[in-house]
């Protein structure tokens, strides 16, 4: 034992030493291990030996049209289903949910939070039953006299979308929820007395006081959104075609279908990077003082 | 400068399976020199137990037979495309590599040019029974450099099933067996006329069904044409892959004739990735389907506990065999692949993993086997024994596809090859892309896939 010699500031950091070694270990270690391998030709299989190759897999990254393509889809998705979706649509029954008596904003609650903690895969299914060629979307359909279709093969993109809406709309309800509990009835209703309508006191008063909430929903969606992966697997598998492969699948097809794991690692840095793009932008946005 | 940036994570590896083997280890097992570590799939189904209760009794006859030795088994419990990936990081380094593994043939030549297997040929020279295995099936585990890397436990054929209760429907007999494509698809004709409602031909096609298109679906036509006999995706002498030639193109205009004349299932289901469980599950069991272009274990999912259980589906269905496009010799056409047992290069006991392999291939624990996972036999001396092929109805069918099957030509290529070849149907199937398009599109995706390793075709 060597209590005595040993300096008091070191000594108090000693409890957080096993966290660092994890995170050193599970988080730092793998990252930069990929980092290192998006730069070789690695083959999970097929090679004897893997070299370094430079910027190849990327220079052949933005050269291959089926990464165009995943890029333009996952922006599509992300927009839809994210910014637009789940973002608008949890702020609108967060809202609704205030003005509600008691008993239909927990029904509401309920239901709402039940799609979200499902787990990715079952949700995936009931979605794929949804909207498949006579699922239950097409029997409705066809009970209206609307004309039927199968929505996974003729707008497999929007489907995905919608999908992802149902599923993460919880999240971002619960914090508006929140957000609108901690704006002070007093001011709203100074400005109802002073006259101003529904619409005036959203866009000058709540979507103000709820920007920083605004801001850290749109952040935290945004990434779970881009790395969606499984709901998609299970409903289109990418397809018809690639026309709903985004990021993530054509980075799964390339690095374990194909066994191409240095480009797929390549693909995911890639991914990587539109994430930090879309939170450089939000930081800037929670930055901002109102 | 040849990297290996794979030791961290092998190295990490190694740390989480030897804290798991630790833990699993019973009193008796131990890292020994005496010990025998077999690697094998497990099935992701809790209730599927049929291969852990055959090699429990495989070991227990090899520990009688072998004393002093020990078997330690180190199951995988994962889906086919993880287990690969699980299996090739396993054998990378010697701290991880068992003594035995269980590889598909699908991905054992990508294995073999990884330096991942040793070659048995030594053993095999020395192994009686070897001789006793069917020539194709042989074929199947051997490297580009002509070494065998592995001996088969099974495979598996496929061929044309049919609903004899639509076919009776409309006037087909009900012990049809096509000898042309063009007889196929005048049945299929007269079914959409006669049984409306009912899907007439169903064959795996695009990308969503992966490689069920390409082996199911395109590969039982491709190998029908042109002499029937030859491989038409790779050439040996050459070690090149064959660009899209006549037998290519024929083959694609035949899915685009089945889509497009709406013979088929519609094209929005047929390119829905839950296909085939539709097919098996549903379109088969129900009668609304006539001609299913398919595999030999499809009665495993109409079987007692299956869910979908369908008693009379041996009565029901009839059976016909793939036929070459004009019918020209041999007449029939079958794909094959399926699973071997290999020896890791890297393994601790080489020689006591193949005493191993020969306990599991005497002639009746290979019986035992095929009749418990309804696999079709690679020996020619089970595949003629009665007990086997009296087992389920179907087996002595689709046993005898055996002697003229073809294995795919599953070099490191095979899955992008697989992959263009399912991006070249799913546009004929679409309507997107003409045959010749289509084609073209392979010919572009080949060369890129095979680092333009491509002749003529």
Known sequence: ?290 | MPVRPTAALTALLTTVLAAGALTACDAGSGEGPDTLRVSYKQSTDNSVKVMDTYLAGIKKQFECEHPGKKVEFVPIKAPDSEYYTKLQQMLRSPRTAPDLVYEDTFLINSDITSGYLKPLDPYLAKWPDWGRFIGTAKAAARGQDGKTYGVPDGTDTRGLWFDKRVFRKAGLPADWQPRTWDEILAAARTIKRKVPGVTPLNLYTGKPAGEEATMQGFEELLYGTNDGRSDPLYDAASKKWIAAGQGFKDALAFVHSVFQEKLGPDVSDALDPNYSTTVRGELLPEGRLGIDLDGSWLPQDWLPGSGHEWKDWSKETGLASMPTQHGQAPGKVSMSGGWTWSIPARAAHPDLAFDFIRTLQTRDNARKWYIANSGIAVRADVASDPAYAGAQPGIKFFTDLVATTHYRPAFPAYPKVSTAIQEAMEGVTTGDRTVAQAAGDYDAALKDATGGQVVGG
């Open chain 1, 1 to 290: 034992m060597r209590r005595r010699g040993a300096a008091p500031g070191l000594l108090r950091a000693l409890p957080l030493a096993p966290a660092v070694v994890l995170l050193l270990l599970f988080l730092a270690g793998p990252i930069a291990y990929c980092v290192l391998i998006a730069f070789t030709d690695l083959q999970l299989t097929g090679q004897a030996h893997s070299s370094f190759v430079g910027f190849a897999n990327f220079r052949r990254a933005f050269a291959d049209p089926a990464f165009l393509n995943a890029v333009w889809l996952t922006l599509v998705f992300t927009v839809l289903s994210s910014i637009v979706g789940q973002n608008t649509l949890g702020l609108a029954l967060a809202a609704l949910m205030k003005r509600a008596s008691r008993p239909v904003r927990a029904v509401a609650g309920a239901v709402v939070v039940t799609a979200w903690v499902l787990p990715e895969v079952v949700a995936g299914f009931l979605l794929y039953a949804f909207f498949r060629r006579e699922g239950t979307l097409d029997a409705v359909l066809g009970w209206l006299r609307l004309p039927r279709q199968n929505w996974l093969y003729t707008l497999p993109i929007l489907a995905v979308s919608f999908a992802n809406v149902w599923r993460g709309t919880a999240f971002s309800m619960l914090v508006y929820s929140a957000a609108l509990d901690e704006i002070p009835a007093e001011i709203s209703e100074a400005a109802e007395v002073d006259g101003a309508g529904g619409l005036r006191r959203l866009w000058h008063i709540t979507l103000p006081m709820i920007r920083r909430s605004i801001g850290t929903n749109l952040m935290l969606n945004t990434l779970q959104t881009l790395s969606v992966f499984g709901l998609i697997w299970v409903m289109t598998r990418g397809g018809p075609g690639d026309r709903s492969q985004t990021l993530p699948l054509l980075m799964y097809e390339q690095a374990f279908q194909n066994s191409m794991i240095g480009y797929g690692t390549a693909v995911a840095l890639l991914l990587l990077l539109v994430g930090a793009l879309f939170s450089a932008v939000y930081l800037r946005l929670l930055r901002t003082e109102v």
